[in-house]
């Protein structure tokens, strides 16, 4: 197992501790990850786009003129889809973009997800974070005593102070252990992890 530095929100190291070789020392495999990617952003999407066809266009009862002499081309309507207004062909339909890959796979990007940024040397653990109040000053001093300019927390429950006083600071986001996904992780250039994370997401993708 490899073993990486604890430390605490001054920078200061406190520790050890090992790490599963199964959640962060896997082979980092490209197609995986993108794969799975793929699958949320599918997922984000509303699908709500929506044209109307030449039935659903409002009015169309009358030939817009006669069919014969006045040297147009002959129309029987102007829902037509060549007419200004009309129609569209083929235009797009609320539709559910969502799909699934198999457990396996999605849980196997998050490994690999996890390995790709301890092998970069782009993951800290962290001792705790906590906050006494909601303070956004307080939250960037600590991000740069830690020397982390764009990053993912990790926390393994709920803790509003330290939701609330980054959500307004650009290039973080702060993240439930059980919510962890490929998409976030990638999407940060630094992973900070709370060292009781580690029990939760060995718990979580191994079991």
């Known amino acids: 197992m490899a073993v990486t530095e604890v430390y605490n929100t001054d920078n200061k190291k406190v520790g050890e501790v090992e790490l599963n070789d199964a959640l962060f020392g896997l082979e980092v495999k490209k197609h995986i990850l993108h794969d799975v990617v793929k699958m949320q952003l599918a997922n984000r999407r509303a699908g709500t786009a929506s044209t109307k066809t030449r039935t659903e266009v409002r009015g169309g009862g009358a030939k817009p003129y006669r ?7 002959r129309a029987g309507t102007n829902n037509s889809p060549l007419w200004r207004g ?8 609320p539709r559910d973009y969502s799909y699934k ?3 396996k796979v999605r849980r196997l990007g998050v490994r690999m997800a996890l390995s790709a940024r301890f092998s ?8 705790g974070f906590d906050l ?9 001093e600590i991000m740069k005593k830690l020397n982390i300019e764009n990053g993912l927390i990790v926390i ?3 803790n509003e102070n330290l939701e609330k ?4 600071v650009q290039g973080y986001k702060v993240i439930q252990a059980d919510g962890l996904n490929v998409y976030d992780i990638l999407l940060h250039r630094r992973l900070v992890l709370l060292q009781p994370c580690l029990g939760q997401l060995e718990e979580r993708l191994l079991s």
């Open 86 to 93: 009309g129609g569209v062909t083929f235009g797009p339909k």
């Open 132 to 140: 006494a109040d909601i303070k956004t000053k307080q939250f960037v």
């Open 67 to 73: 069919q014969k002499g006045t040297g147009r081309a």
């Open 120 to 127: 970069e040397d782009n993951m800290v653990v962290l001792d």
């Open 101 to 103: 890959l198999p457990k």
């Open 165 to 168: 006083s980054s959500r307004n």
């Open 156 to 158: 393994p429950g709920k």
